[in-house]
């Protein structure tokens, strides 16, 4: 399968988005950018440190995101970004308008268990409260899926790019 569309890989940290990221992207044909590349150091200090995120912290990585997904625009990608709320992913269709986003979803539990064996990833557990305080699903009008992450990466890449193929 290959696509023209720009794939948002998004959801709370933990999910996977940085595994299931390139998996999709390979079976799309298309190039994959890790959404984590395009923060300011700023940014990955404050998360390191336990500190989350503001709007006003977010805004400029968003803005590198959008970019690298309007200048693949028609030519098709996959990035990831957390994306958690409807006023982010508002901000990357701005700069793209054709994106597409995979919601990873999952238990919490589930999230919590595969977060405590990362390693050498700048984002704690700690954190992950706020991540779903903040999350905001995907909306009846916003173009993407919902895609659940248990099972293994092959299985989750599976069905993320069936649900694709099912939108169109």
Do not use: C
């Not at 984002?123 to 099972?151: C, K, N, R």
């Amino acid at each position: 399968m290959s696509t023209t569309h720009v794939v948002v890989v998004m959801g709370v940290a933990g999910t996977g988005k940085t595994t299931i990221g390139p998996l999709l992207a390979d079976r799309l044909g298309v190039p994959y950018a890790e959404g984590d590349d395009f923060h300011p150091a700023e940014n990955i200090q404050k998360m390191s440190s336990g500190t989350p995120l503001t709007d006003d912290d977010r805004w400029p990585w968003l803005d590198a995101i959008g970019a690298w997904a309007q200048g693949r625009a028609g030519k098709g990608g996959v990035v990831s970004s957390s994306a958690l709320k409807r006023s982010y992913r508002d901000r990357l269709r701005a700069a793209a308008p054709g994106v597409v986003f995979v919601h990873l979803t999952g238990d919490r539990a589930l999230i919590e268990e595969r977060m405590s064996h990362r390693q050498g990833h700048f984002m704690p557990t700690a954190l992950l409260d706020s991540q779903f305080a903040t999350l905001q699903p995907l909306g009846a009008d916003e173009a993407g899926v919902d895609v659940d992450v248990s099972g293994g990466p092959e299985q989750i890449a599976d069905r993320a790019s069936e649900a694709l193929r099912a939108l169109g």
